[in-house]
């Protein structure tokens, strides 16, 4: 018998949930450890997923498929090498996350909980969902959790960010339901199947000009989640108005959502629309490196500063996944890992100093490794992640995108170099300022060292930087044949559009059966 | 004989209205309760005989009175939605002190209207069941006696909804002109008969529209809703904002079906409707956007769904349509018993500041509220949203795009009022001492349904999905 091992790991956290429902909220403690246990569980089943994995093909594995609601609609999972590692970072950070509230949730701490596991199921339910429909179920269900989350337990202007924060989102979602409307309905008339089947849009092939707006409906989705440039000022807001926990999930999974939307639907399904937007995109990504980086400069308060290094961060890797070679896309999808652990972890050193001094203002600081050496040591570890230093894992990942951006465009790559030297700049100023020179704040010469709970947090994250760091080989080959598949799918599709002559084409460019089929449903199109 | 029997469901009605009245005299003032059980024993009855007729599909008293699925159906939802709006009110109106025997009686006779309308497609009966309907209605605004809002708001109806009423019966004297029948088949296969219909066919058709626009609420016949629904005893509200609206719906697929089937895209009506579906949805969310009571928020709302529901009507889907008021019936009513669930003697919570800090003081209102807002802002995994995604991909296939992008930006706009009462609820820090009274089990069974409802509905619509499009379809019109 198969196990679904997908839907296990993906509603696992939601039924527990319901169950915690039923725990009078006395018992705090009891509903803190059911719900720690219950995720390293699930990080645990997550791992099955890894080792069964196998990086020969990058056909969707672990499928699970039934009829759900017809017309389309099916319950269709599966993952691949792209959304393998986007899970397991999921998994891998929410025990983490759920010991990190450990003491600083205090209000209701059973609601918390509830909404943290509903968000962990939302999060996985996009990464495995292989059916339009149920990737935006999970897609705007998730905004719900995360809108509770800031919205209650966020900071002063909480409900100003997470309005914001939703509005922001769903802006772009609502017009990509229409999008999905459209391609819903094209398909049909030009099969007269319903479908709603990643993969057969995959192969299925719309008029250029029919893709522009897609796409940009897509797009405009993904971007503001990224996000990406002119659509980034939501995130400032909701990271420093977000308890702890939910500007760690944010910074490291749910960015990673739009990025994951553009390298499975917005950029293989609308290929034509990609090479017209794709300078725009670019130049989009690498404004948001060189921005992002200069307003990070310029915070005085921590927790911005980190918000702003992700949208230079994530510029990064939305530039290396436009650049559409092997390199660079390998390299964007292990620097979102990298993003995800360092980014994830300086919010939690953010959250530690804020737990003590209940101020997120770098002024309000300095000298604090003095009366805090073990915390000075992992800050600085995972500070030095999050600059990129060789030996630790955001050097792999930087190193590719770059070497990757270059191979397709050598401006580019020069300019986007800047997001190393700047994160450089912005980082290491700002640990100068925290940690080290005089004690100015009395406050800080009461500050504890972590504890035993606290080192816990950060011993996983920071032994993961070092081996990612060190031997990237078992992350990358895992991906080798599902980022192969997925460039290729974008490059063929353009020759067909082209229309040119089946005969003529190149023995190398020779196009298999199922490309023929594509023709033909051009055809169809174009015949009304 | 037959022609008595297929009488069934409405002299059911009829009779529980009349006996409920007769017994009100004799029951002591405690004991008013049981009238509400009485009357729900009736409505299952009527459930009972709708039953017997499914599939039946025929007709009697010389084509007057249609007992089809399509009837049936809509009658079956509506008997859903009084026995729901019975059960809220029962601890409601003995606690705002308008505990009168009248009140489930003209419910039921608003009932008795609803069904005639249903079940025939003669226009002059349609008009017949409408006074019924909307006479009761007129009462039932004004019961709480001692509320100037609430008498406002009876006088209000009465006024626009007697005007309304008047465009109906002068359009349809229009149509008699144009076509010598009273009869919607004759007068649609009149329209397709005939390639140019005259002026007076088109006003007359027209005027009919805007009769029945006012009754589902859309703009520009929509200023009457907040008002009323403010003024009304909240489950009369509650009923307000579905019976009218359902009843509404179905008469105009009737209508339109036919008409549409042989119309082309470019023709007056489609376009006027076009028009008033856009401004509907757009008009309706934004003047929720300032609204500070949740009744007139929710008031708002139910017209912004009039507007989805035309996208419906407009993309000539009947099942998607009935699909919506279906889930719209639920969210709706579940959204206004959460409201109901907040009161206690002589004094309703109805402003949005008396709702801080309710979430977590009331956790299971809270979270049953959240939901059905959630799910008429419609957000997945809940009813509303796979009620919008077949309306709006329906609409996309036939080529209604710019409409339907209109209809989501419309319900963004409508994502930030929803959410605005659940920030009161969670977010803010209570301000007023809010006690409520909670011994209350009627409403929260009704609750309990409506909540299992638009979950049921969002995640495993099947048997109620074929239901009704075993219902709708066998119109085989589309």
Redesign the interface.
């Known amino acids: 018998m198969n196990i679904p091992i997908l839907s296990i790991v993906t509603f696992l956290p939601l039924a527990l949930a319901f169950l915690i429902l039923f725990i009078p909220k006395e018992r705090s403690t009891h509903i803190k450890t059911i719900v720690l246990t219950g995720s390293i569980l699930n990080f645990l089943i997550s791992l099955v997923l890894y080792f069964r994995f196998d990086p020969q093909t990058a056909a969707p594995q672990f499928v699970e498929k039934w009829e759900w609601l017809g017309f389309g609609i099916n319950y269709h999972m599966g993952i691949d090498g792209i959304s393998l590692f986007l899970i397991l970072l999921t998994t891998f950070l929410m025990p983490i996350v759920i010991l990190s509230s450990w003491r600083y949730i205090t209000k209701q701490v059973k609601e918390y909980h509830i909404f943290m596991l509903i968000l962990t199921t939302g999060i996985i339910g996009v990464f495995v969902s292989l059916n339009l429909f149920l990737f935006y179920v999970f897609w705007e269900a998730m905004l719900i959790p995360m809108y509770f989350l800031i919205g209650i337990w966020g900071g002063g202007r909480r409900i100003y960010a997470t309005v914001k924060f939703v509005l922001y989102t769903m802006v772009g979602s609502l017009l990509m339901l229409v999008a999905i409307f459209y391609l819903y309905s094209s398909y049909y008339k030009a099969t007269g199947i319903f479908s709603l089947n990643i993969f057969d849009f995959h192969q299925f092939a719309i008029p250029p000009n029919v893709q522009i707006w897609l796409f940009l409906a897509f797009a405009l989705a993904f971007a503001i989640k990224v996000p990406m440039f002119p659509f980034h000022t939501w995130l400032p807001d909701a990271h420093v108005e977000a308890p702890t926990a939910g500007s760690v999930v944010l910074a490291a999974v749910l960015l990673k959502m739009g990025a994951y939307g553009f390298l499975r639907f917005a950029m293989p399904i609308f290929p034509d629309a990609l090479k017209i937007f794709l300078p725009y995109l670019s130049v989009l990504a690498l404004i948001g490196i060189i921005y992002g980086g200069l307003m990070a400069l310029i915070q005085k308060d921590i927790k911005s500063l980190v918000a702003y290094s992700s949208v230079s961060h994530m510029g990064l890797i939305m530039l290396a996944m436009f650049s559409l070679n092997a390199t660079a896309v390998e390299g964007s999808i292990y620097q979102m890992l990298n993003h995800g652990l360092s980014t994830g972890a300086l919010f939690l050193c953010v959250g530690i100093l804020y737990e003590r001094a209940h101020t997120r203002l770098i002024k309000d600081y300095g000298g604090v490794s003095k009366v805090m050496p073990v915390f000075s040591v992992f800050f600085l570890i995972c500070m030095l992640s999050s600059v990129g230093l060789p030996g630790l894992n955001g050097f792999v990942g930087e190193i590719l995108c770059v070497f990757g951006v270059f191979q397709t465009n050598k401006v580019l790559a020069i300019l986007c170099v800047s997001t190393i030297i700047l994160a450089a700049a912005y980082l290491l100023w700002m640990f100068q300022r925290v940690m080290q020179g005089p004690i100015t704040n009395e406050k800080v010469r009461s500050f504890k060292d972590l504890n035993l709970r606290e080192i816990m947090i950060f011993v996983p994250i920071i032994l993961l930087m070092f081996f990612m760091g060190i031997y990237p080989k078992p992350f990358l080959r895992k991906m080798d044949a599902s980022v192969e598949h997925l460039l290729k799918k974008i490059q063929p599709k353009q020759v067909v559009l082209e229309e040119t002559p089946l005969s003529k084409l190149p023995d190398d460019l020779q196009i298999p059966s199922q490309e023929q089929e594509n023709t033909r449903v051009i055809k169809d199109v174009n015949q009304p | 004989m037959n022609n008595i029997l297929a009488l069934a469901p409405l002299l059911i009605i009829t009779i529980g209205g009349l006996f409920i009245l007769l017994l009100d005299v004799f029951l002591k003032k405690d004991n008013k309760d049981y009238l509400g059980y009485i009357s729900v024993f009736f409505l299952i009855g009527c459930s009972f005989v709708c039953f017997l007729f499914w599939n039946t599909n025929k007709s009697y008293f010389n084509g007057s009175l249609i007992l089809d699925n399509f009837s049936l159906f809509f009658s079956l939802l509506l008997i859903a939605a009084t026995f729901l709006v019975i059960l809220i009110s029962m601890k409601y109106i003995s606690l705002q002190n308008s505990n009168h025997g009248e009140y489930y009686a003209l419910l039921l006779f608003a009932f008795a209207g609803i069904l005639i309308m249903l079940s025939t497609t003669d226009f002059i009966i349609i008009f017949l069941g409408l006074e019924v309907l909307s006479i009761s209605s007129y009462v039932l605004a004004g019961l709480k006696r001692n509320d100037t809002k609430s008498s406002e708001a009876a006088v209000k109806y009465f006024l626009l909804g007697s005007f309304a009423s008047a465009f109906i019966v002068y359009g349809i004297a229009l149509l008699y002109g144009a076509f010598q029948s009273t009869n919607i088949l004759s007068i649609s296969s009149g329209f397709s008969s005939s390639p140019q219909p005259g002026v007076m066919a088109i006003v007359g058709f027209g005027f009919v529209i805007i009769g029945f626009g006012f009754k589902i609420a859309v703009v520009p016949f929509h200023m009457w809703t907040p008002d009323v629904y403010q003024g009304a005893p909240t489950p009369i509200t509650a009923f307000f904002s579905v019976a009218p609206k359902v009843v509404g719906f179905a008469v105009l697929l009737r209508l339109l079906i036919p008409y549409f089937k042989s119309a082309l895209e470019s023709e007056a009506i489609f376009s006027i409707l076009w028009v008033i579906s856009a401004l509907t949805m757009v008009i309706g969310n934004l003047a929720a956007l300032r609204q500070t009571n949740v009744k007139r928020i929710l008031a708002y709302s139910s017209i912004a769904h009039a507007g989805y529901m035309l996208v419906a009507v407009l993309a000539q889907d009947a099942v998607s349509l009935g699909y919506y008021l279906t889930v719209y019936l639920f969210m709706n009513i579940g959204a206004f018993s959460a409201v109901i669930a907040l009161n206690k003697k002589n004094k309703e919570y109805v402003e949005l500041e008396e709702y801080s800090g309710i979430g977590?003081k009331y956790p299971w209102i809270g979270v049953t509220f959240s939901i059905f807002l959630?799910s008429l802002a419609g957000?997945?995994?809940t009813g509303g949203?796979?009620a919008k995604?077949y309306v709006?991909?329906t609409?996309?296939?036939k080529g209604l795009?710019t409409l339907?992008?209109i209809a989501?930006?419309a319900?963004?706009i409508s994502?930030?009022y929803y959410?605005r009462i659940i920030?009161h609820m969670?977010?803010?820090e209570p301000t007023l001492d809010v006690s409520i009274h909670t011994k209350n089990p009627a409403l929260f069974l009704v609750l309990f349904i409506c909540l299992v409802e638009v979950i049921q509905l969002g995640i495993f619509?099947?048997s109620i999905?074929s239901f009704i499009k075993e219902a709708l379809t066998t119109m085989s019109l589309f």
């Open positions: 977590f959630f957000f997945p995994p949203f796979l995604f709006f991909s609409a996309v296939r795009t339907v992008i989501v930006l319900s963004l994502v930030f959410l920030i969670y977010m803010k619509p099947g999905l």
